[in-house]
């Protein structure tokens, strides 16, 4: 344990982390709660632990039998003759504490409480009380409220879920009990091989990010999957170290399912895109369906693509077409040397196949047709990665199919990607089950394989990444002055020439502007800097929507037009305000090109979250903007402006194009006051080749 400045108790996350290897690999576990009676949980968990062939000394607990299952059982946690690693517990809520302790008392340094009745029923302070007991004695705690969890490589099925998971190399995290269960019980049935499954519950001490950073290091893990509805701390999520592919499957991603999702697991869930701004800002992938979050995580098991060359094999055109769409909207490259395909694949098909890509083997192909066109990709360096579709015909069984690719695959010591697709009934289930008990990833849907492939592609380019070590930049002196000053006027906004005068300091491209109190003083200003033309607008802190009153005039070109409208502004601005007081006028120059967004603001558990996009109807009909949580650098930043769907328009279109280091010198620079504004608005940020501007500016404190 550690003690935070104040001397209270605080978790050690790094202890609990390490203390997570009891969890998983226990020399010794207690189940407290264990029971004779088949129909309770207590009794389900242990039988999963003594069936599942668990190594270590088991020790359940339970006042009235001397034996359950053939187990010699204790009466108390005290009672039992050693220390104990490990700690079940699935007795009803108002015992939880007491074991917990008695837990402690035995130097238990990892537990899993099964029991609900906790804060998803509101009783927070019952589970406070968990979590510092756990803070106090290092213990890794998992739950309450949750399934417990299974770990393969040491035979340990520590859950009321099924038995005889698959071994494999996923762990599989889910928030959800029941969701968790029942894809426990989907990869049996598909053969999808699992190291772990782990159910999160309530989170109180131990969530994504310690387990993330426990399997980081763990060799029989290379895949982390998780089911998530919300972070309950995103500051801190924010933090993970990602060392291994991490695939999220994240529900209530709509407003009304967020809603679902925060009266499910008692979670926060917060906006989609602040969460997809996280993911990506933390290279984790994304699954949309359970079953492409899979493909996914199975793909992700194999060799990394050398190259970007993909080859698609078949026995159907349809099935072959469907692909080439899917290769094609994930923005997978098919190769495409045709002339080379006809000279390799020509020999392994009959005369009416197709050697252009997809490789059409066709249904008279044949279980040697495939296996030389498999070989052949395989063998060839110029294919980086293969696609194998295979549509059920009567004249060759998919198991056939499926043995001639392990075949192949373990010949040549599996040296690129390959994923399947089988498409037909029972022999087709069965012919996928024998790929993935072989790791090859196979599933029913193009899409799926498709989309695992392109998870692999992903995970490269994040691999590739050049590591930035990223924190909040300091505000500079002159915008804290003027933010401070507002405040003590006891204003929440900024005027507009204060805004500027902030974003200034902070480095935000500005276009000439200038804060003027008479006509005189404007033309000044507007001579001086060459300004023109310029737009001019009413400053007054009692006047919000400025053009509503005639307080914005534009394209002003010259002194004498200066006067005149400086004179028509006031006089028709206090008659539509008579009671605002006037300050001055804000002159800003006119500036051409691509108007584009750039916003702040703090998300309840993510904090400082940055927006870019472009703007008018991109960001008010299409709602086209993405997100970065504060803080972030150079490298997130171009990411951010390249992941927006109209991005072409800031490549050049039609002769507009975007200055994009301009772009990403204001996303920075904006971070400069994250800490100090509730919400910051550059709308819009005008940009064209020559730079980028912000034309208007809003800051909210
Ligand atoms: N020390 C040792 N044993 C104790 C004990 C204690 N302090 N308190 C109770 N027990 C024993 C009981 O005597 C009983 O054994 P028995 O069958 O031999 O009598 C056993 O522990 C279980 O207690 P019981 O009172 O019968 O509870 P239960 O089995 O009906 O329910 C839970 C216990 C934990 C399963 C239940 O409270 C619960 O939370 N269920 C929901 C679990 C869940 O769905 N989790 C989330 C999944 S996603």
Redesign the pocket.
């Known amino acids: 344990m550690s003690l935070d400045a104040a001397g209270e108790v605080v978790a050690d996350v790094k202890v609990k982390i390490a203390n997570l290897k009891k969890v998983f690999n226990p020399k010794s576990v207690v189940v407290?709660?264990?029971?004779?009676?088949p129909a309770?949980?207590?009794y389900q968990v242990l039988n999963n632990i003594v069936k599942n062939g668990f190594k270590g000394k088991i020790y359940p607990?339970?006042?009235?039998?001397t034996e359950i299952l053939g187990v010699p059982c204790f009466p108390?946690v005290t009672a039992c003759p050693t220390d104990i690693d490990f700690a079940v517990i699935?007795?009803?809520?108002p015992?939880v504490e007491?074991?917990l302790k008695e837990c402690a008392a035995k130097n238990v340094k990892g537990a899993v409480i099964?029991?609900?009745?906790f804060s998803e029923i509101g009783k927070k302070k019952e589970e406070q009380a968990l979590k510092d007991l756990a803070d106090k004695h290092d213990i890794a705690l998992l739950g309450p409220?949750?399934?417990g969890f299974v770990y393969t490589p040491s035979n340990l099925n520590a859950s009321f879920g099924p038995q005889n998971v698959t071994a494999g190399k996923i762990a599989f995290i889910s928030q959800s009990?029941?969701l968790g269960i029942s894809l426990m019980g989907w990869t049996m049935m598909e053969k999808i091989g699992l190291a772990s499954v782990v159910?999160l519950?309530n989170k109180a001490d131990i969530g994504e990010k310690e387990l993330i950073e426990y399997f980081n290091d763990d060799p029989n893990v290379s895949v982390i999957l998780i089911y998530m509805e919300g972070i309950k701390d995103g500051r801190q999520f924010m933090t993970t170290k990602i060392k291994k592919p991490v695939v999220i499957l994240k529900s209530g991603t709509s407003t009304r399912g967020a809603q679902a999702a925060a009266s499910h697991t008692g979670s926060l869930s917060g906006s989609d895109k602040i969460y997809t701004a996280a993911f990506n800002q933390l290279g984790m992938l994304r699954g949309r369906t359970f079953t492409q979050a899979f493909a996914s995580a199975c793909a992700l098991s194999m060799p990394e693509p050398k190259g970007d060359d993909t080859l698609i094999i078949t026995n159907g055109g349809g099935i072959g077409v469907s692909a080439t769409d899917e290769c094609d909207n994930a923005g997978l490259k098919l190769f495409e040397d045709h002339v080379w395909l006809e000279e390799k694949f020509r020999p392994t098909m009959p005369e009416f196949g197709s050697t252009k890509n997809p490789i059409d083997v066709t249904g008279g192909g044949g279980r040697e047709g495939y296996q030389k066109a498999v070989r052949v990709a395989l063998a060839e360096d110029r294919i980086h990665s293969v696609i194998v579709l295979y549509c059920e015909t009567a004249v060759l069984d998919p198991v056939e199919v499926a043995r001639a690719v392990v075949d192949e695959y373990n010949a040549v010591k599996r040296n690129k990607p390959l994923v399947v697709t089988m498409v037909g009934g029972e022999r087709s289930r069965q012919a996928i089950q024998i790929l993935n008990e072989n790791q090859i990833p196979a599933m029913t849907e193009v899409r799926e394989a498709v989309a695992g492939l392109k998870s692999l592609y992903q995970w490269k380019e994040i691999c590739a990444r050049p590591k930035e070590k990223v924190k909040t930049p300091e505000a500079p002196a002159k915008a804290l002055e003027v933010i401070e000053r507002v405040r003590k006027e006891g204003r929440t906004f900024l005027l507009e020439h204060e805004s500027r005068e902030v974003f200034e300091a902070c480095g935000v491209p500005m276009p000439k502007w200038g804060f003027a109190t008479s006509a005189d003083e404007a033309v000044k200003i507007a001579e001086k800097t060459q300004m023109y033309p310029v737009a001019m607008k009413i400053t007054s802190v009692d006047i919000i929507h400025k053009s509503d009153v005639g307080g914005v005039i534009l394209n002003i070109k010259n002194a004498d037009e200066m006067r005149a409208k400086f004179d028509q502004m006031m006089e028709t601005v206090k008659k539509n305000a008579p009671n605002a007081k006037l300050l001055g006028v804000n002159l800003c120059q006119m500036v051409d090109g691509l108007q584009c967004i750039v916003g702040m603001n703090k998300d309840p558990q993510f904090g400082p979250a940055v927006m870019f996009g472009l703007g008018g109807i991109f960001v008010e009909v299409l709602k086209d903007v993405s997100f970065r949580i504060v803080p972030f650098g150079e490298g997130e930043a171009k990411r951010l402006i390249g992941e927006i769907k109209a991005k072409k328009l800031l490549d050049g279109y039609r002769g507009q194009g975007a200055h994009k280091e301009s772009i990403i010198k204001t996303l920075l620079a904006v971070q400069k006051i994250a800490e100090h504004v509730k919400e910051v608005d550059i709308n819009p940020l005008i940009t064209n080749k020559d730079g980028s501007f912000a034309v208007d500016a809003r800051i909210i404190i």
């Open positions: 407290v709660g264990a029971s004779s009676e309770k949980v207590g607990v339970n006042k009235k039998s108390s699935a007795v009803p809520a015992m007491g074991v099964i029991t609900s009745g409220n949750t399934f009990g029941a159910s519950g």
